[in-house]
Structures are given as C-alpha cells and as structure tokens.
C-alpha cells in the first residue's frame, strides 16, 4: 500500500466538504464520483450522506 493512501484518514468533515457532498448528491452523482471528488473513501462518503439524511444514486 502507498504512503499517502490514508493521509486523510479519520480527518472531520469541513463545513465545505459537506455543502459540496449535498451539491454533488442533489445532482445525482454515482457514489464513486462523489468521494473521488472530495478525496475521501466511498465508505466515509456513504457515513456522512447517511448522518446527513442524503440520498446517493446507485448508477449501474
């Protein structure tokens, strides 16, 4: 595994972070996209959307 792989792991959410997960969720962005997009894991992404009542597309 690299190095740099978990830099940011266990970081707290920014109040940016989250306006942009909302933004990013409202538009019907893939779950993949949208923690690609914010440099965060697909599971860490998915917690957040969840505590914040957001609804993710599954695209297949």
């Known amino acids: 595994m690299s190095e740099d792989r978990f830099e ?3 970081q707290p959410w920014t109040t940016d972070e ?7 969720a409202k538009k019907g962005m893939a779950l993949k996209a949208i923690s ?3 440099k965060r894991s697909e ?4 917690d957040r959307a969840k505590v914040d009542g957001l609804t993710i ?4």
Do not use: G, P, W
């Open 57 to 60: 597309a599954k695209l297949r």
């Open 36 to 38: 690609k997009a914010l």
């Open 8 to 10: 940011r792991h266990r």
């Open 18 to 24: 989250i306006q942009k997960l909302h933004t990013l």
């Open 43 to 46: 599971e860490s992404t998915k």
